[in-house]
T-cell receptor, first 115, second 118 residues
Framework: AQKVTQAQTEISVVEKEDVTLDCVYE???????LFWYKQPPSGELVFLIR??????QNEISGRYSWNFQKSTSSFNFTITASQVVDSAVYFC????????????FGTGTRLKVLA | ETGVTQTPRHLVMGMTNKKSLKCEQH?????MYWYKQSAKKPLELMFV???????ENNSVPSRFSPECPNSSHLFLHLHTLQPEDSALYLC?????????????????FGPGTRLTVL
């Protein structure tokens, strides 16, 4: 079975605080892909990052960083010095070979950044 | 037009109406998807089309009828819907190969159609 768990339903932080969004996944496949998407109030899901299962190197893109740890089946997302424009719902997703690579989404974490 | 477009953006319909949602992708992808997003629920995959062939139907009620006339267009025909069908309907596309998602940017999503059933 494949599953993505985002245990944090909603997080509120004050602007300029750092915040980490958790994502835990389950799959028995050795080949899989993990994604993070941002859904602002406008509704469209915006791609943020993709990692494949063979690349555990952490990535940093501006204020965003991702920590991929296969040992704990986690793919956490950190926003440094959060801004009001970061307010959105963030989804983690899994795409694995045994699932014909269809996307399994987590339930999302709503992030509210307060000015 | 670029990316994935969806029309209409908003739709209000009665339970006896028939309407259609349209999705168009300009990315040359070979797979298209319909998702339903209800309030406080996870994204639910409804249908998957790969090279115009439906490859997945996740137990979606027959009042939702998809149509994929070509690899760039996807429709969702609606009839005799229920109020609980009110949701955001998202279309997505991707390039899929036997070894996984070929496009490093994953699935591209349209802006969605906000559907309200009265």
């Amino acid at each position: 079975a494949q599953k993505v768990t985002q245990a944090q339903t909603e997080i509120s932080v004050v602007e300029k605080e750092d915040v980490t969004l958790d994502c835990v996944y389950e799959t028995r496949d050795t080949t899989y892909y993990l994604f993070w998407y941002k859904q602002p109030p406008s509704g469209e899901l915006v791609f943020l990052i993709r990692r494949n299962s063979f690349d555990e190197q952490n990535e940093i893109s501006g204020r965003y960083s991702w920590n991929f740890q296969k040992s704990t089946s986690s793919f956490n997302f950190t926003i440094t010095a959060s801004q009001v424009v970061d307010s959105a719902v963030y989804f983690c997703a899994l795409s694995a070979s045994s699932g014909t690579y269809k996307y399994i989404f987590g339930t999302g974490t709503r992030l509210k950044v307060l000015a | 037009e670029t990316g994935v477009t969806q029309t209409p953006r908003h739709l209000v319909m009665g339970m006896t109406n028939k309407k259609s949602l349209k999705c168009e992708q300009h990315l040359g992808h070979n797979a298209m998807y319909w998702y339903k997003q209800s309030a406080k629920k996870p994204l639910e995959l409804m249908f998957v089309y790969n090279f115009k062939e439906q490859t997945e139907n996740n137990s979606v009620p027959s009042r939702f009828s998809p149509e994929c006339p070509n690899s760039s267009h996807l429709f969702l025909h609606l009839h005799t819907l229920q109020p609980e069908d009110s949701a955001l309907y998202l279309c997505a596309s991707s390039q899929i190969t036997n070894t996984g998602p070929a496009d490093p940017l994953g699935e591209f999503f349209g802006p969605g159609t906000r559907l309200t059933v009265l």
